[in-house]
């Protein structure tokens, strides 16, 4: 008599960033049973970053559980080919090249991994758990080190022929512009992403002898500048103004072509509140196509971005066909 395969009613879920690796242990019903995390950029060596993440996910499976009960793991990274497990060559991580992420992964874990866009992933952790439940037809962005972003069509992720769709941040939206990280000139990504925000900042107080909180700082961020504008700082104000009019440009083009119901805005730039949506708003509608005005809703993301991401890696981790070494 054949014995009933023991049903595995756990995943893994991995959130790769550039400043940041955050894993979880994800049980069937979505609830997070245990997490932790670590620096990315104190590994600039691909092979030292996998060992670090496989003895980190292997510890703490054994901590909590044991590995028999782990069915797959799923990895949301930037630059991600979700149809091949590849990495390409992030723009804000020190790893260049094809970087057969799932397959490395797999081959040190024995366990099936998947792998998806961080913007691909976000987008699942919204619909399954967060503002875009029940919608079929929306857009997330996500907002951070770059700008990324990802579709759904009548409830289906729009992937593209090799799984690189979505990448909004690399959309030219000025003619001989900024040169951005991927090499190219005039990204939005340049404007929208963290060093983008940063440069503007810098760019306004070089052309202007207008006092600013923004002087004292050594180190400036968008959190920083955000809170200055809570100061009433004009010329962080500025910086958010402008960002949100190359923001909103770059959304309205984007929504011209699939006509979402909703725009979802995620990640740290996100938090930047009033200082970056009002401005936003003013250019979407400036610039989309009539029939949409005042028809699309643009949102900011009500779930806490490590633990979204790590939801929507396992949602991919389910999905993925079950493979194991341990069979």
Not at 56 to 68: D, F, K, M, Q, R
Not at 80 to 99: E, F, H, Q, T
Not at 262 to 279: D, M, V
Request: aromatic letters at 8%; one cysteine or more; glycine letters at 10%.
């Amino acid at each position: 008599m054949e014995m009933e395969e023991e049903f595995k009613s756990r995943v893994v879920g991995v959130d790769l960033s550039s400043d940041r690796t955050t894993y979880a242990i994800v049980d069937i019903r979505g609830r997070i049973i245990a997490s932790s995390y670590f620096e990315t950029d104190k590994y600039p060596d691909i092979n030292d970053y996998v060992s670090k993440l496989t003895d980190e996910i292997i510890n703490l499976v054994e901590a909590n559980g044991g590995y028999g009960i782990i069915r797959s793991v799923g990895i949301s990274v930037p630059s991600a080919c979700d149809i091949l497990g590849r990495m390409v060559s992030p723009p804000n991580l020190p790893w260049k090249g094809n970087i057969p992420l799932a397959a490395m992964m797999r081959d040190r874990m024995g366990l099936a991994v998947a792998l998806g866009n961080d913007a691909y992933v976000a987008a699942l952790g919204e619909q399954v758990y967060g503002s875009a439940h029940g919608m079929k037809n929306f857009i997330v962005v996500a907002l951070s080190s770059g700008t990324g972003s990802c579709f759904f069509s009548d409830g289906h992720a729009h992937m593209g022929f090799e799984g690189f769709s979505g990448e909004l941040g690399h959309v030219c939206i000025e003619n001989e512009g900024r040169l951005c990280g991927c090499g190219s000139r005039g990204c939005l990504e340049a404007y929208t992403g963290t060093k983008g925000i940063i440069y503007t900042a810098q760019e306004l107080m070089a052309n202007s002898d207008e006092p600013s909180l923004m002087r004292d700082v050594e180190h400036l961020s968008p959190r920083i500048i955000k809170e200055c504008c809570d100061k009433g700082d004009a010329l962080a104000i500025e910086t958010f103004r402008r960002t949100g009019e190359y923001l909103g440009l770059g959304l309205a083009n984007y929504a011209s072509l699939v006509n979402p119901q909703a725009i979802i805005l995620t990640g740290g730039i996100s938090h930047a509140g009033k200082w970056l949506l009002e401005p936003t708003r003013v250019s979407f509608e400036k610039h989309v196509f009539y029939t949409m005005r005042d028809r699309v809703k643009i949102l900011v993301s009500k779930l806490d971005g490590h633990e979204r991401d790590v939801l929507g890696a396992s949602v991919l981790a389910w999905e993925v066909p079950e493979y194991s070494l341990f069979k």
